[in-house]
């Protein structure tokens, strides 16, 4: 469901799976019953599925349609410095909406170029899935200062679904289930949506479904996924994989990945980190932000860049051999560097 709920469910991953549950009459609907605001909002019953319902949501919905930005790229291997900038995120100052009105982010700076994976670690309770979360646009949270942009469109002005469909993916750590929704339906609907936002024909039944069953090949999941209902049953290593699906069939230019390496066995971290990969390689324009709190799984996805996040700021940035002195040695060094 990631990939889906990645382009279409930017503020799902803030509601526990319990509370996400969302019909299929409810899915369906949604674009004529509610407008994406108040999705976002949290104001809507399901507010979970805001994410994954989004990109369906946005396209139906608007009376305007959205010109494609994927502007033609060159295809050439540029030195890193000269790629252009897919994510620039400059003094982001982030608070809680709720009550306690808690600052979380505190200043962040992160630049993100095309076709680079950068990994952000820290201690529990740093902000990384804030950031995360805030970069999609989880009304949970609420920006105080600083800009985002993603290439050259300011995110923090746009809804969750207008930033998946600027190519904006989330996976969730915990990604939630959609009750009386196929995964085969689920995807279509999102990756249509996208279609038709980019004036594109969207692909009926019988051709998305040769679409996807190349994904799933190339990805090696099991086709049975198509027929299920978007995350039932499914054990946390389906799951994840199925974020991986869904960011596969989406194709976002930015995939933000919340610790989807979390209560995975050694052999579905394995799997999922091949996936990543695969998904990877698939474009290698595309630009990766892999949330982490295992410098292990690191070695499966190589990242060009590490950064270590506490208290709302990143507090250290280097290469993948921060990443192994991390394993090494531990935080605390970066993190009191006085001692
Ligand atoms: N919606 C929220 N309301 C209040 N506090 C929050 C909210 N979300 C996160 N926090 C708090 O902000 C801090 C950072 O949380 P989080 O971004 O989840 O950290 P990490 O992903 O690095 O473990 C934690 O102390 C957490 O309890
Ligand atoms: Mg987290």
Same mark, same amino acid.
């Given at each position: ?18 509370? &996400? ?26 507010? &979970? ?48 909406? *709720? ?36 970069? $999609? ?61 980019? +004036? ?55 995939? $933000? ?8 066995? $050694?052999?579905?971290?394995? *799997?999922?980190? +091949? ?65």
């Amino acid at each position: 469901m990631a990939m889906v709920m990645a382009t279409v469910s930017p503020a799902v991953g803030s509601v526990p799976p319990r509370a &996400c549950r969302a019909s299929r009459a409810s899915v369906l609907r949604a674009p004529a019953a509610v407008s994406s605001r108040h999705a976002q909002k949290g104001t809507v019953p399901g507010s &979970c599925f805001a994410t994954a319902t989004a990109i369906l949501l946005a396209a139906s919905a608007r009376s305007e349609v959205r010109r494609a930005r994927y502007a033609s790229r060159s295809s050439h291997v540029r030195r890193a410095a000269d790629r252009p900038v897919v994510l620039e995120v400059q003094d982001v100052e982030a608070q809680s909406t *709720d009550e306690d009105h808690k600052q979380i982010l505190k200043g962040l700076n992160l630049t993100i170029r095309e076709g680079e994976v950068h990994a952000v670690m820290g201690p529990n309770g740093s902000g990384k899935s804030t950031l995360a979360k805030v970069l $999609i646009g989880d009304s949970a949270y609420e920006v105080t200062a600083g800009t985002a942009k993603l290439g050259e469109t300011d995110l923090l002005d746009k809804e969750p679904h207008e930033r998946a469909l600027e190519g904006l993916f989330l996976a969730f750590q915990s990604p939630p289930t959609v009750g009386g929704v196929s995964n085969l339906d689920f995807l279509r609907a999102a990756y249509n949506a996208q279609r038709r936002a980019r +004036e594109e024909p969207e692909l009926d039944v019988i051709e998305f479904y040769g679409f996807v069953t190349e994904k799933l090949t190339e990805l090696k999941i099991n086709p049975d996924f198509l027929n299920r209902n978007v995350n039932e049953g499914f054990s946390g290593g389906e799951r994840k994989r199925n974020e991986m699906l869904q960011m596969a069939v989406l194709q976002p230019k930015l995939a $933000i990945l919340d610790e989807i390496d979390s209560g995975l066995d $050694i052999d579905a971290l394995k *799997d999922v980190a +091949e996936a990543i990969r695969n998904v990877r390689e698939q474009d290698p324009k595309r630009s990766m932000l892999v949330v982490t709190h295992f410098e292990r799984f690191l070695r499966y996805v190589e990242a060009d860049h590490v950064h270590v996040m506490y208290q709302g700021r990143i507090l250290k940035s280097g290469g993948k051999e921060l990443a192994d002195k991390l394993d090494e040695e531990g935080y605390d060094w970066v993190l009191n560097p006085a001692k």
